[in-house]
């Protein structure tokens, strides 16, 4: 199984970011799918789920902000992230449900 994360890097307060996670060495469409994050210093963070049905959920702090989406050809989990802020800054995982496989990350900095 792997989990490649993509798409994060700089960006302004109120800015937007549009994170992937190519997967790969798994039935991707059978697979229930999540975003955590991690700020400095702090534990880690579940941002939001996507089930194989497309049902969806988000964590409070995101939640109206935050949308995941997933893509079974491509084998690609999404997170579109609007009206960043500055206690966005985190490295953003993707896993399967469950935390069995985790991703390497990919650090969005919120900042002006």
């Known amino acids: 199984v792997q989990l490649v994360e993509s798409g994060g890097g700089l960006v302004q307060p109120g800015g937007s970011l549009r994170l992937s996670c190519a997967a790969s060495?798994?039935?991707?469409?059978?697979?229930?799918m999540s975003w955590a994050r991690q700020a400095p210093g702090k534990g880690r963070e579940w941002v939001s789920d996507i089930y194989s049905d497309g049902r969806t959920y988000y964590g409070d702090s995101v939640k109206g902000r935050f949308t995941i989406s997933r893509d079974n050809a491509r084998n690609t989990v999404y997170l579109q992230m609007n009206s960043l802020k500055l206690e966005d800054t985190a490295v953003y995982f993707c896993a399967t449900m469950g935390g069995d496989y985790w991703g390497q990350g990919t650090q969005v900095t919120v900042s002006s």
């Open positions: 060495g798994f039935i991707f469409s059978n697979a229930a």
